[in-house]
């Protein structure tokens, strides 16, 4: 008795999809609801943006990194400027121009701060430092 009936809903079943092609595919499990779809990207948008907030954060601490690693490089520079001085018989003094260390540094550049806005100073006691409070060492 059991086995006819499911048969007979099989039938139907059967019957319904091949006589009106329009209401299976509405009735269909097949694919995505409209909440499923507005969860998925949801999630999608929240994960993006920690990742961008993340992003922005590793980039400015990266551009402070360099921008630190640039000062001692200058403030190497200013040491080897003071000590080229002395060895020529001069008085101890450090640069007060950035153009001064140039010949200091290899290559043959001077090391800016990396942040806009931003400027490495050259300290009277040979210290560098920046002008953005993040970056100073100083
Ligand atoms: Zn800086």
Not at 73 to 93: D, V
Not at 120 to 133: K, M, Q, R, T
Request: aromatic share 6%; with cysteine; charged share 20%.
């Amino acid at each position: 008795m059991q086995a006819e009936r499911n048969s007979n809903h099989k039938m139907k079943l059967h019957r319904r999809s091949t006589t009106r092609p329009w209401v299976n595919s509405l009735c269909s499990k097949v694919g995505f609801t409209l909440l499923e779809l507005v969860l998925a990207i949801t999630i999608v948008g929240i994960l993006s943006a920690v990742a961008y907030a993340k992003y922005i954060n590793l980039s400015h601490s990266a551009k402070t990194a360099t921008c630190k690693a640039n000062q001692m490089t200058l403030e190497s520079a200013q040491r080897m400027f003071y000590a080229k001085r002395c060895a020529a018989g001069l008085p101890g003094a450090y640069a007060e121009d950035k153009a001064d260390l140039e010949e200091f540094l290899l290559p043959r550049y001077i090391p800016e701060c990396t942040e806009d806005g931003g400027e490495i100073i050259l300290l009277p006691n040979g210290a560098v430092s920046c002008s953005l409070p993040s970056h100073a060492r100083h």
